[in-house]
């Protein structure tokens, strides 16, 4: 008997016991920030395995994630998001749940924040939550998505390092629509929002520049979108002064990717090409 007592003394915790742990925790109003910020650590570890991803909900994970979504400290909702964005991942499952909690209006407001790290994990959650699902993207939609992703977009004194999330966001929207069939997203065909995009071709970034041209190359390739639109942004004035640049650069390493950057363009240039003339046929 002592010996089993022993056994059990020494039994290591199972995840399931840790997460609900960590959960007793956050829902502990007089917890210390650290500790809750311990907590929330623990669980983005916890939740990475998919059934206890699955499990989250089950033991008032989520509720008591989404709450600190909406702390004071900007460090707590920080890593609220990144826990959401990392249970959500390729996981329709706990995307619907997150979804059907609300969550997405307060990540969406969080891309607003001023700092770099809050909106880069909301951004993250946001991208987890509505990859490949029709019902998270049309309440992206719902909850102005697209208002914040063009803020981002046209923002000067933005970090670049969230333009570059957020153009690949409009990637993955955009390869969605066109591997599915659906067509659900009419912002992504919104002239001012498809100018705030071209726009950024002309910063001197060829890690952005490439993200932009890879965008724009899935948003040509959609039938929603109307190349009259591109042709008011000047896209084909911005290519060719874009092509002029990469030509000009001086390093041998920059030469090198500058010339795969290239490449990209003229494939751009010439879908915008075949959309024009597809758009003056059937004008005709």
């Not at 002592?2 to 399931?16: G, V, Y």
């Not at 029709?134 to 998505?145: K, L, P, R, T």
Request: charge should be negative; proline fraction near 1%.
């Amino acid at each position: 008997m002592e010996i089993k007592e022993l056994m059990e003394k020494l039994k290591m915790p199972s995840d399931a016991d840790l997460m609900k742990i960590a959960i007793a925790d956050l829902n502990n109003s007089s917890i210390s920030l650290e500790d809750r910020q311990r907590a929330l650590q623990e669980l983005l570890v916890l939740v990475e395995p998919i059934d206890n991803a699955n499990d989250l909900d089950k033991v008032g994970g989520l509720v008591a994630v989404i709450k600190d979504l909406n702390n004071e400290n900007e460090e707590i909702r920080t890593t609220s998001a990144w826990v959401l964005g990392k249970a959500s991942q390729n996981n329709a499952f706990v995307q619907n749940q997150i979804l059907g909690y609300g969550a997405l209006a307060r990540l969406v407001k969080m891309g607003y924040a001023t700092s770099t790290e809050e909106v880069a994990k909301a951004l993250y959650a946001i991208s987890a939550l509505i990859r490949d699902n029709v019902n998270g993207q049309d309440a992206f939609c719902s909850e102005d998505g697209n208002a914040m992703l063009q803020y981002i977009l046209v923002s000067n004194n933005i970090d670049i390092r969230l333009q570059k999330k957020a153009v690949f966001l409009v990637t993955d929207l955009a390869d969605f629509q066109l591997n599915s069939g659906k067509s659900g997203l009419p912002f992504l065909s919104d002239r001012l929002f498809l100018k705030s995009l071209v726009a950024m071709l002309s910063r001197f970034d060829l890690d952005l520049q490439e993200k932009v041209l890879l965008a724009i190359k899935s948003l040509l390739k959609l039938p929603s979108t109307d190349a009259a639109d591109f042709e008011s942004c000047n896209l084909d004035s911005v290519l060719y002064r874009l092509g002029v640049q990469l030509e000009e650069l001086a390093s041998e390493e920059q030469k090198e990717y500058a010339g795969e950057v290239d490449d990209l363009r003229r494939e751009v240039q010439m879908l915008f090409q075949s959309k024009l003339r597809e758009g003056t046929r059937t004008a005709l």
